[in-house]
């Protein structure tokens, strides 16, 4: 079995894989670590067997694993069959789980999606299915940055679709407007919208959707907003070489002075500042 890795953050990292083309391997074994991995098939088909059981993938299907539980036997995989796999180590560094906490991902919500056998089957799901799409179009680039990014997004969709499925009665109802909420700010940064956007995207009003979010997240709907607007903006300041103009319209500020002040008042220092500081470490 052919598999490419790329390190995303510490602990948290993505693997193309392709078993063997030419069919003379009817069985291989995988070692899977202690933590969550989330999988797609992206062609192909064939079945894995683990010590909870035996599961057939098909082309499209999403899967959860839990390293921990099925680690006792070393997975086998059988067919012919390509995707990737994002893995999610347990025991994150503190850094790491800082940073998926601020794009939304709830680690214990992401731990549970493997359910009581250690491997479940998550289905053909489309908000899956579009970001490894996405995933899989930008394999050869390599572009870490972007890859990170539709990674964590692609966390977070599954963190609180999660959420939602546990949540029940009126606290159920705050969390599901809190969460989809957030799918609504994260779906397109370049597109700016207002509280009576989001609000109307969520089907309530803007005073429900601010108390949801308040309760649930407990920081006000528009300033997790700005703050998650202006650390993407970051990743693309350290990574990239485009213009600060290009960086600000990418999150949604036409106006360069407007997003300096944000970024500034998020960092504690202006975007260009805080480029070159790093650009020198």
């Given at each position: 079995m052919r598999i490419t890795t790329i390190d995303l953050l510490d602990g948290v990292s993505l693997s193309y894989f392709e078993t063997d083309p030419t069919g003379h391997e009817k069985r291989v074994g995988f070692n899977v670590p202690a933590g969550t991995v989330v999988g797609h098939v992206r062609g192909g088909s064939g079945d894995v067997s683990f010590a909870g059981g035996r599961q057939e993938l098909a082309r499209g299907d999403?899967?959860?694993i839990d390293g921990a539980r099925?680690?006792?036997v070393i997975p086998t995989l059988t067919g012919r069959i390509s995707g990737a796999l994002v893995f999610v180590s347990a025991g994150l560094p503190q850094e790491t789980a800082r940073?998926?906490?601020g794009f939304g991902v709830d680690l214990?919500?992401?731990?549970?999606?493997?359910?009581?056998?250690?491997?479940?089957l998550l289905g053909k799901r489309a908000d899956v299915t579009r970001v490894f799409a996405d995933v899989y179009l930008h394999a050869e680039q390599a572009d870490v940055s972007y890859l990170r990014l539709r990674v964590l997004e692609l966390l977070h969709v599954l963190s609180a679709s999660t959420q939602?499925?546990?949540a029940t009665g009126e606290k159920g109802r705050r969390q599901r407007i809190a969460s989809q909420a957030r799918s609504v700010m994260t779906a397109d940064l370049s597109r700016p919208l207002t509280i009576d956007a989001?609000?109307?995207?969520?089907a309530t009003s803007p005073t429900v959707l601010k108390e949801a979010f308040r309760a649930t997240y407990g920081m006000p709907i528009y300033s997790w907003y700005r703050a998650y607007r202006v650390r993407c903006s970051a990743e693309m300041l350290l990574n990239t070489d485009l213009p600060i103009a290009q960086v600000a319209a990418a999150v949604g500020y036409s106006s360069p002075s407007k997003y300096a002040r944000a970024f500034n008042d998020c960092m504690g220092e202006t975007p260009s500042a805080w480029r070159r500081a790093r650009a020198e470490v």
């Open positions: 999403s899967f959860a099925v680690a006792s940073q998926l906490s214990a919500c992401l731990s549970g999606l493997s359910g009581a056998r250690g491997l479940t939602e499925a546990a989001i609000a109307t995207a969520c």
